[in-house]
């Protein structure tokens, strides 16, 4: 059983970068039928996308925020990770890293518990 | 950019009910990539439904997803207290690649 854990600060100053790492155990990140996502939602609202990588081909973001963010994999520690730059109040949010599957018609089957993340001086 | 709509935003109902939730797109969902999720507070999101019909494991099948195009719908029959959360439809495909409907709350 594929099981994913969020890990990074719980609290960012506006302005600085926004680091947060996803483990995965149970499974391989470099499993080709799988894509690696971030999601962010903020407080009582809905679900965003970040974006998503896979171990054969380059990360894809969302384009509002693709001069900001970053997905990169480390397969040595099964790991992905996000960086966000320039964070402000409206980063604020629970951020979720997930697993898609391509079996699934790309449905999201495995999500982190989610970490929640402030911005604020 | 393509834009989920959903509908009713919140619904009440009672305990064996139905419910019959709308999801409508602003375009064409490409190849039916249209998933469903159920999520209780303070808890991720949980994939309920994929490719517009097909359930995922684990899912009782009074869960059940139809349509094709711009139009979909889930229907949950024999509603149970524990049904109670918010319900997301969700595209793959689009500009942006991913987007998510806005839920619709269920209260049973």
């Known amino acids: 059983q594929v099981q994913l854990q969020e890990s990074g600060p719980g609290l960012v100053k506006p302005s600085q970068i926004l680091s947060l790492t996803c483990s995965v155990s149970?499974?391989?990140?470099?499993?080709?039928?799988?894509?690696w996502i971030w999601f962010r939602q903020p407080a009582g609202k809905g679900l965003e996308w970040i974006g998503r990588?896979?171990?054969?081909?380059?990360?894809n973001y969302k384009s509002s925020l693709k001069r900001r963010v970053s997905i990169s994999l480390d397969t040595s520690k099964n790991q992905f990770s996000l960086t966000l730059d320039s964070v402000t109040a409206a980063d604020t949010a629970v951020y979720y890293c997930a697993r898609s599957s391509s079996f699934l018609s790309f449905g999201v089957d495995v999500w982190g518990q989610g970490t929640a993340v402030t911005v604020s001086s | 950019d393509i834009v989920l709509t959903q509908s009713p935003g919140a619904l009440s109902l009672s305990p064996g009910e139905r419910a019959t939730l709308s999801c409508r797109a602003s375009q064409s969902v490409l190849s039916n990539y249209l998933a469903w999720y159920q999520q209780k507070p303070g808890q991720a999101p949980r994939l309920l439904i994929y490719?517009?019909?097909s359930r995922a494991t684990g899912i009782p099948d009074r869960f059940s997803g139809s349509g094709s195009g711009t139009d979909f719908a889930l229907t949950i029959d024999r509603l149970e207290p524990e049904d109670s959360a918010v319900y997301f439809c969700q595209q793959y495909g689009g500009s942006p690649l991913i987007t998510f409907g806005p839920g619709t709350k269920v209260d049973i």
């Open positions: 149970g499974g391989a990140i470099t499993s080709t039928s799988h894509h």
């Open positions: 490719g517009a019909s």
């Open positions: 990588i896979h171990v054969s081909g380059s990360p």
